[in-house]
Nanobody, 121 residues
Framework: QVQLVESGGGVVQAGGSLRLSCAAS????????MGWYRQTPGKQRELVAT???????NSADSLKGRFTISRDNAKNTVLLQMNSLKADDTAVYYC???????????????WGQGTQVVVSS
């Protein structure tokens, strides 16, 4: 069983910063990528940023320069530093991990339960 536990969400004023953290635990052989997605009511979940085990990152163009993703492979943790937050960043942020639970098993996607970020204008 694999668990992803997010923390760091909350309420912040526009222009402020928040840092989200997600720790993966359980029956994990190897994590190949971790990332963050976000969702607002009535909309599809959208990519925020991802990072591979080799530190290759991918992020939404609209967020580059404000959001930075990083990873601690030893701790199976991914961080999202969010700066210059805007009201439009208000959403539930979900942690994602693409991982193998056994050496020769397939990659599978796992999701956290989400953490709410509210940016007040």
């Amino acid at each position: 069983q694999v668990q992803l536990v997010e923390s760091g969400g909350g309420v912040v004023q526009a222009g402020g910063s928040l840092r989200l953290s997600c720790a993966a635990s359980g029956s994990i052989f190897r994590i190949n990528a971790m990332g963050w997605y976000r969702q607002t009511p009535g909309k599809q979940r959208e990519l925020v940023a991802t990072i591979t085990s080799g530190d290759i990152t991918n992020s939404a163009d609209s967020l580059k320069g404000r959001f930075t993703i990083s990873r601690d492979n030893a701790k199976n943790t991914v961080l999202l530093q969010m700066n210059s937050l805007k009201a439009d960043d208000t959403a539930v942020y979900y942690c994602n991990a693409l991982l193998q639970t056994t050496r020769f098993g397939p990659d599978r996607n796992y999701w956290g339960q989400g953490t709410q970020v509210v940016v007040s204008s």
